[in-house]
């Protein structure tokens, strides 16, 4: 199983979960998040220690998919829908994930997301 975390422009949630909807992903998590990238902005003193203070806020999406090719479906419908083209269209990230329980049926693995 694999965990896919993207983090997206606000503007872009809907167009991002009709597009999960079409390639039919069971399940997703979303946070109002705030960050930065590699522009990052710029810095203030803070009562003596040095902050940045330009998070900008970003949506994040988690889901988790039962296969390498179901990973690589749920990026490419991601990148495709948050895709403006221009700095802070977000980043996607996935992770090997070890366990999921389906808490109403104990069932464990792939079982608990299919
Ligand atoms: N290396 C990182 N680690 C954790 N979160 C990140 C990282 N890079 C970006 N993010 C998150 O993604 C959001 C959007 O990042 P952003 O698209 O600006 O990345 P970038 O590397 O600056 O690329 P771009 O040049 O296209 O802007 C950030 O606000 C932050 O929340
Ligand atoms: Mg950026």
Same mark, same amino acid.
């Given at each position: 199983?694999?965990?896919?975390?993207?983090? =997206?422009?606000?503007? &872009?949630?809907?167009?991002? !979960? /009709?597009?999960?909807?079409?390639? +039919? %992903?069971?399940?997703?998590?979303?946070?109002?998040? =705030?960050?930065?990238? &590699?522009?990052?902005?710029? !810095? /203030?003193?803070?009562?003596?220690? +040095? %902050?940045?203070?330009?998070?900008?806020?970003?949506?994040?999406?988690?889901?988790?998919?039962?296969?390498?090719?179901?990973?690589?479906?749920?990026?490419?419908?991601?990148?495709?829908?948050?895709?403006?083209?221009?700095?802070?269209?977000?980043?996607?990230?996935?992770?090997?994930?070890?366990?999921?329980?389906?808490?109403?049926?104990?069932?464990?693995?792939?079982?608990?997301?299919?």
């Amino acid at each position: 199983m694999i965990k896919i975390e993207a983090i =997206v422009r606000k503007e &872009k949630l809907e167009d991002i !979960k /009709e597009a999960l909807s079409k390639i +039919e %992903v069971n399940g997703v998590t979303v946070y109002e998040v =705030v960050g930065h990238g &590699k522009q990052k902005g710029y !810095k /203030e003193l803070v009562r003596g220690t +040095e %902050v940045v203070i330009s998070m900008l806020p970003k949506i994040k999406f988690e889901i988790i998919v039962s296969s390498q090719e179901w990973e690589a479906k749920t990026i490419k419908a991601i990148q495709e829908a948050a895709f403006t083209g221009n700095p802070g269209d977000g980043k996607i990230f996935s992770y090997d994930l070890r366990s999921v329980m389906r808490i109403r049926t104990k069932e464990i693995g792939t079982a608990a997301i299919n």
